[in-house]
């Protein structure tokens, strides 16, 4: 489930700290553990591994906001130690419901495109199928508004699909 | 969910590295990253991918990609449902209920299949991981994926040398995780099944076209070939005895599976579901009602394992109405219900059986046995529905389904069972149909109705005479394909046989090909259908030996007999087939004695042509038997030599009951029993005291009964018509006829130049015994001089049919009489292919 990199690196650069630096460049510091799940940051470090003292390394992030990075690094520092114990996968499963659940709509779509360019694949994964949920039994028109996408069939074009398999717009959610 | 995210970082990121402040809010963003995309759509059910196909270019491309499919095939998606087949009376194209498996409602994704217009309706053979296997008619299969409509014929399979193999099983092999292509395994007999001799063939979607699989192969006994299962890689078939066999598809190979212990008590193994859910293979017992084991299948093939043991106790408690209360309660039918599905969940805890009670579908938790209902089942005239049933689920695109479910391929013939033969109508055109129900539908909208209903339109094209059908032909391209349907020809066949002439053949000297007169029997003329045949170029003319169910056995007329060529041919539609040369052993050509016909299209479009011939050159008297088979070919042996007298008249053989009859004019009369090929004697009437041989005036066939006219006088215008019992037990005098009347009205067959004992005093011959529906109407069609009559065998009224024209080239006695009646054949209308 969890990147393999993740149970490897743990146990000796736990208490190290990272700074990251956020698109709105603000600092952050982190475990050298919770850095290295992140793939730019873990590129960043080995590329400057040479370097003494960790503390003095300073990983931009360019394309994440602090204040999606405040709500990752929480995540990923307890995901780790869930996934470092022996526990059972309903337990993950319960705390990435618990983690998504209220998450809005915007939030959504900003952690996920966070997760994708740092790479923390397991998150992704939650955050795909958690979408998947929210979109799946809606209608068209609430998926076109729910990701800003232009209808760009034709009237008739758009009759045409419909007409192929009236079944599968039966039963929509309210939006 | 399993690490199927690969490395989403190179996807190109639309906002520039520096800078914040996207205009794009973070939704816009992904629905233009389609690698982020796609990890979406890939976690929707089909269904909500069907439906977001109309979201925008970019969305359908996305779903349409097959690169997409193909990643979709590999996530295993849960049943969306079930499609039962229901027993329908009156629709040729069966119709599915649909079990919502799912937790969103929708309607089923059709009701009848009509991806493709097939008028005798399709069927659903097999559900396999998303592709159902459909037959329809003409010997169609069909694959297709209900979710999208999308559909390919198959071609048809090769059936080895124009010889039939009857079809024992079609099955579908798809798994859309190692393959986007799937294969059609069909299983049918070979020519000799009675040595369990089975003949495979492979259609590959990949190659799209059926390979014969490697010669043929022994059957154990009690393999049920139609409800071939998928699963393992393999189409797995149930037997009902202790061992059965799997066809590994990958390797093409055939292997043996065992099968659970048959109790003690039993002789055969019962089973009442097999069928695959999650990737496992199961197997339910049926030797009470219940409780019994639902066995699951080891991945090595090593034996089956006890899953679960199911009572159905609480069931019935909660539906007291499945038990048949009337029945004992040791009886196998003593609860009322089937199993339409066992379905694996990926958390085995929520694994459940669909089961059947009358009137609903509930959902049986294998668990923890609760219950709930999920489906109401309309009842269907007297008929609940049927016990077979399809799982259906979604999976991707060129697909959908999968299924357990019972078959009835036999032939394809079901579409039409489903009619009472006597339906009637009446159409303002030109078909009007008389019958003895009095029903007919009037008005003009039915008569649309009727014809735009293929059912009713094929019932009311069976009552038809056949030239009418000939003619019928040419209404419109739908029509023609209706009548020249095989399937349609086989149902006719079915219908009784109707004399419509006697072809009679003239003697003439000086002409090569024999002429024939045509007297009409119908009640509507029509012109004879040919005066000398020609279908053929046969420098020695061509005449007719025998007349059998529609057919002719004909043959070369005047040549040496190696020379001759022997013919079967269909006067009605004109098609020939020219038999295989007779065997000549060591350049000696043993004589001929005779060739008959024997075929009975009411049980087989196969005729077979026995031939007696001499079994030695050098010795007279002693016979051999060849046959010829339409379907199996060349001539062959069968049985040893025998002897005969030598006046029996292996010509004129009468093809009655399965058997091929000749008489003697004295010693023993044979008949030969063209299934069973066995040689038997037929008694006959005695002889009068003061005669040595039979007088035989009449030999013949007519629906269904042998008739036999013997005439030794002293008035030959009184003789009895003599028919055969069935069981070759004897004959009985069915008629007595006295042609008093006849010979008052037309004295000119009065030969009063000679003594009225005098065998031929009376100038007539006897061409034809015609037995009718009902036997007040049977007749004798007799010829006069000049004349042919009809004279009906029950009220002796008589009436002239035909006028015969003089021979002409002698100056001749009045009453000179030109034919006999080995010299008429029957002409009944056919549609039989030779």
């Given at each position: 489930m969890a990147s393999s990199s993740s149970s490897s690196s743990c146990s000796s650069s736990s208490e190290k700290k990272i700074t990251l630096k956020s698109s709105d460049g603000e600092a952050l510091n982190v475990e050298k553990n919770v850095a290295l799940e992140f793939e730019p940051a873990k590129g960043f470090l080995e590329d400057n591994s040479e370097e003494a003292d960790d503390e003095a390394i300073v990983v931009p992030l360019p394309n994440v906001s602090a204040a999606v990075l405040s709500e990752l690094i929480p995540y990923v520092k307890q995901r780790l130690e869930l996934s470092a114990k022996p526990v059972q996968k309903k337990l993950i499963k319960a705390f990435d419901d618990q983690f998504t659940r209220h998450l809005s709509d915007d939030k959504l779509g900003e952690l996920m495109l966070a997760a994708n360019y740092l790479g923390v694949n397991y998150l992704l994964d939650v955050l795909c199928d958690v979408t998947a949920d929210r979109i799946k039994n809606k209608s068209v028109e609430y998926v076109r508004e729910f990701l800003g996408i232009q209808n760009d069939f034709t009237p008739e074009e758009e009759a045409e699909l419909r007409a192929q398999c009236p079944w599968a717009f039966e039963g929509v959610d309210q939006d | 969910m399993p690490s199927t995210i690969t490395t989403i970082t190179n996807s190109i990121i639309t906002f520039t590295s520096s800078s914040h402040n996207y205009q794009q809010s973070p939704s816009e963003v992904i629905a233009n990253l389609d690698d982020l995309l796609t990890e979406i759509l890939i976690r929707l059910p089909i269904k909500s991918l069907l439906k977001f196909k109309s979201v925008s270019k970019h969305w359908l491309s996305l779903i349409s990609n097959p690169f997409f499919c193909r990643r979709l095939s590999l996530i295993r998606k849960p049943i969306t449902g079930l499609f039962v087949d229901r027993v329908a009376l009156k629709v040729n194209n069966p119709e599915y209920d649909f079990i919502n498996l799912d937790s969103n409602p929708s309607s089923p994704p059709f009701r009848t299949l009509t991806f493709v217009n097939d008028s005798y309706g399709i069927q659903i053979l097999q559900s396999c991981n998303g592709l159902l296997l459909c037959s329809g008619g003409h010997g169609n299969y069909y694959i297709c994926n209900p979710s999208t409509n999308q559909y390919r014929i198959l071609p048809q399979p090769r059936v080895g040398g124009g010889v039939s193999r009857s079809i024992l099983g079609v099955n579908l092999a798809f798994d859309p995780s190692k393959s986007s292509y799937y294969k059609v395994v069909y299983v049918g007999a070979c020519d000799s099944f009675l040595d369990g001799q089975l003949h495979m063939e492979i259609y590959s979607s990949e190659t799209g076209d059926w390979r014969s699989y490697g010669g043929t192969l022994p059957a154990p006994n009690g393999i049920n070939f139609n409800t071939g299962v998928f699963w393992n890689g393999a189409i797995n078939w149930e037997s009902s005895s202790e061992t059965s066999l799997y066809f590994d598809?990958?390797?093409?190979k055939v292997k043996e599976m065992p099968m659970p212990p048959i109790p003690d008590g039993w002789d055969r193994g019962i089973y009442q579901y097999f069928g695959e859910s999650g990737g496992h293979l199961h197997l339910i017992d049926f030797y009470g009602a219940s409780p019994f084991i639902v066995y699951e299948m080891r991945t090595d093939y090593s034996g089956w394992f006890v899953k679960h043991h199911v009572d159905l106790g609480g069931v019935t408690a909660a539906f007291p109405e499945m038990i048949r209360t009337y029945r004992d309660p040791q009886d196998l039918d003593y609860y009322e219900y089937s199993i339409l599905g066992v379905v694996r969940e990926e958390n085995d805890d929520d694994s459940y059986m669909l089961l059947h009670l009358p009137n609903k579908v509930v959902h049986y938790d294998l668990k923890d046995n609760t219950l709930k209902e999920v489906l109401d089942v309309a009842s269907n005239g007297s008929q609940a529905v049927d016990a077979s049933s399809l799982q259906y689920r979604w999976l991707e695109f060129e697909r959908v389904c999968f299924s357990k479910y019972k078959l009835?391929?036999?032939?394809?013939?079901y579409i039409f069972l489903t009619m009472p033969p006597t339906k009637r109508a009446k159409r303002n055109l030109t078909i009007t149909i008389t019958s003895s129900s009095n029903h007919h539908y009037q008005a003009s909208a039915s008569v649309e109705t009727i014809i735009n209903n293929d059912d009713l339109l094929t019932e009311i094209l069976l009552c038809l005479p056949i030239k009418s059908l000939l003619k019928f032909k040419a209404v419109s391209k739908h029509w023609l394909s209706l009548i020249s349907n095989p399937i349609f020809s086989h149902r006719l066949r079915l219908v009784c046989i109707l004399i419509s002439g006697l072809f009679v053949r003239r003697f003439t000297l000086r002409v090569n090909n024999p002429e024939y007169d045509f007297i009409n029997l119908e009640s509507n003329p029509s012109r004879a259908p040919f005066k000398s045949l020609t279908f053929v170029n046969d420098s020695y003319g061509i005449k007719v030996l025998q007349s059998c169910n529609g057919l002719l056995l004909c043959s070369s007329s005047r040549a040496y007999q190696p020379r001759r060529n022997y013919y079967v041919y269909n006067p009605t539609n004109k098609q020939y087939t020219i038999l295989p040369r007779l065997h000549v052993d060591r350049g000696i050509f043993r004589s001929i004695f005779g060739v008959n016909l024997a075929f009975d299209p009411s049980k087989s479009a196969h005729y077979k042509v026995i031939c007696v011939r001499n079994c030695d050159s050098l010795r007279d008297g002693h016979y051999q038997i060849e046959i010829y088979s339409s379907k199996t070919g060349p001539w062959r042996l069968s049985g040893g030599s025998f002897t005969a007298p030598s006046v029996i008249n292996f010509r004129g053989g009468v093809f009655w009951n399965g058997a091929i009859h000749w008489v003697s004019t004295h010693g023993s009369s044979l008949y030969f029993d063209v299934d069973q090929e066995k040689l038997r004697e037929m008694p006959m009437p005695p002889i009068p005291d003061e005669w040595e041989e039979r007088r035989h005036q009449y030999f013949g066939e007519s629906r269904g009964h042998l008739h036999l006219i013997e005439i030794y006088g002293p008035c030959t215008a009184l003789f009895n018509v003599y028919e055969m019992k069935t069981d070759y037990s004897g004959w009985f005098v069915k008629y007595r006829v006295d042609l008093g009347g006849v010979t008052d009205v037309f004295p000119e067959m009065i030969r009063t130049y000679l003594d009225p004992e005098d065998l031929h005093y009376y100038g007539y011959s006897i061409l034809c015994v015609v037995r009718e529906e009902?036997?007040?109407?049977s007749y004798l069609v007799l010829h006069l001089p000049k004349k042919a009559v009809r004279y009906n065998l029950k009220d002796r009224t008589f009436k002239k049919l035909h006028d015969v024209a003089p021979a002409g080239n002698q100056a001749e006695d009045e009453s000179a009489l030109q034919f006999r009646w080995f010299d008429a054949f029957q002409y009944t209308e056919s549609l039989a292919c030779v």
């Open positions: - | 598809v990958d390797q093409e009835r391929l036999a032939s394809g013939c009902n036997d007040d109407d």
